[in-house]
């Protein structure tokens, strides 16, 4: 084989290489994006059930408070009011303390 021959066997392999390269670095391109598109996808999903849960937890939190019923109301105040009466009779029994 003469050296021109030579030159163009390597020059053809490693053109058939680089050919070669390029199809696989398509198919990984290809796959990198399919991925990228599942990516997408579930962070569209997963923001919808985001959306989603947010409207149900402020749902639940008016449910709640229109929850309360006045017997629950005079609950809240009669235990409100013992609670007063137990600290005005810590406050006198200070006062009297102090007075000594």
Do not use: H, P, W
């Not at 392999?13 to 997408?40: G, H, I, S, Y």
């Not at 749902?59 to 009466?85: C, F, H, N, P, Y």
Request: charged content about 35%; proline content about 0%; aromatic content about 4%.
């Amino acid at each position: 084989m003469s050296s021109n021959e030579q030159i163009i066997a390597v020059f053809q392999t490693r053109v058939r290489d680089m050919l070669e390269r390029f199809k696989q670095l398509k198919q990984e391109n290809a796959d990198l994006l399919k991925t990228v598109e599942k990516n997408e996808q579930d962070i569209k999903d997963l923001r919808a059930q985001l959306a989603q849960a947010d409207n149900d937890y402020n749902a639940l939190k008016l449910a709640k408070m229109v929850e309360i019923t006045d017997g629950d109301l005079e609950t809240a105040k009669s235990r409100i009011s013992q609670m007063v009466r137990d600290i005005n009779k810590c406050i006198a029994i200070l006062s009297d303390e102090q007075e000594q």
